[in-house]
């Protein structure tokens, strides 16, 4: 059995929603409605487009803003923790 990831605080998913928008590639997209996302998932968290957002980007900034919000470190640091080491091997 896989280990059930957190579901994210609702007070967080405007931050998600910004740093996506600040990530968009092209500003007319049909895939996503020009949100920059295409919902939430089953876990809470913002579902970034692929047609128009630049996910790696995302995901560094994403990454950042988890390290600094102690709640959120708490809940997620051990899921970008070995994402790290991946990235030290390489």
Known sequence: ?????????????DVAKKVIKENRSKNNC???YDR???GTNQDNMVVPCTKCV???EV???WRS???????????YG??????????VTK
């Open 54 to 56: 630049d996910i790696e």
């Open 59 to 61: 995901m560094v900034k």
């Open 30 to 32: 049909k895939a996503c």
């Open 1 to 13: 059995m896989s280990e059930k990831t957190p579901r994210l605080p609702d007070k967080y998913l």
């Open 78 to 87: 051990e899921y970008f923790e070995e994402d790290e080491e991946e990235q």
């Open 65 to 75: 803003f988890v390290r600094e919000n102690e709640e959120l470190t708490n809940l």
């Open 36 to 38: 920059g996302f295409i």
